[in-house]
T-cell receptor
Framework: KQEVTQIPAALSVPEGENLVLNCSFT??????LQWFRQDPGKGLTSLLLIQSSQREQTSGRLNASLDKSSGRSTLYIAASQPGDSATYLCAVKPTSNAGGTSYGKLTFGQGTILTVHP | GAGVSQSPRYKVAKRGQDVALRCDPISGHVSLFWYQQALGQGPEFLTYFQNEAQLDKSGLPSDRFFAERPEGSVSTLKIQRTQQEDSAVYLCASSLVMRIHEQFFGPGTRLTVL
């Protein structure tokens, strides 16, 4: 059974710092890995999606890397801002389920709560 | 609509009541997922539909949970005889077809059982 772990559980940093969020997963048979942002009381906003054949993806101040063989991904946030404060979730999509069909249910980590203070 | 919508956004139920949560997926999306997110946790898979067919309900925590998608579009998650442990945010996601397509999430329904 796939398990996804995120470290740290919470992080508080001053504005302007560069920071790294970590995600690890136990089963390397993944189709892709996705980083989401969740604001209080809101749904999930997709930030970056990395296919299993890719090593990294970048969007603005965000960079996500993937090392599938070691079961790790990192989300790097450059020059953090108070508006970055949110919960960050990583999720993996499997290559297939046990029955041979594949519809891609996501397995999530428990999230990292990020607070960026002015 | 442009995205996945869910209603109600908030629901308070007394223990033992039945509740029904609605999900309107993106038009044309074949796949529909329900996830449950307990406080301080990541979402956990509940069930999956491909059109009107429920192909996987392995994540439903008990037989009090029932989901349907009778016409292959709108889906309803029903919880019978709610318990306090059912308190959570229920998220719905839809995607075009299969694993190659990204899932888009709705805002969720926050259920509080008193």
């Amino acid at each position: 059974k796939q398990e996804v772990t995120q470290i740290p559980a919470a992080l508080s940093v001053p504005e302007g710092e560069n920071l790294v969020l970590n995600c690890s997963f136990t089963d390397s048979a993944i189709y892709n890995l996705q980083w989401f942002r969740q604001d209080p009381g809101k749904g999930l906003t997709s930030l970056l999606l990395i296919q299993s054949s890719q090593r990294e993806q970048t969007s603005g101040r965000l960079n996500a890397s993937l090392d599938k063989s070691s079961g790790r991904s990192t989300l790097y946030i450059a020059a953090s801002q108070p508006g970055d404060s949110a919960t960050y979730l990583c999720a993996v999509k499997p290559t297939s389920n046990a029955g041979g069909t594949s519809y891609g249910k996501l397995t999530f980590g428990q999230g990292t709560i990020l607070t960026v203070h002015p | 609509g442009a995205g996945v919508s869910q209603s109600p956004r908030y629901k308070v139920a007394k223990r033992g009541q039945d509740v029904a949560l609605r999900c309107d997926p993106i038009s044309g999306h074949v796949s529909l997922f329900w996830y449950q997110q307990a406080l301080g946790q990541g979402p956990e898979f509940l069930t999956y539909f491909q059109n009107e067919a429920q192909l996987d309900k392995s994540g439903l925590p008990s037989d009090r949970f029932f989901a349907e998608r009778p016409e292959g579009s709108v889906s309803t998650l029903k919880i019978q005889r709610t318990q306090q442990e059912d308190s959570a945010v229920y998220l719905c996601a839809s995607s075009l077809v299969m694993r190659i397509h990204e899932q888009f999430f709705g805002p969720g329904t926050r259920l509080t059982v008193l």
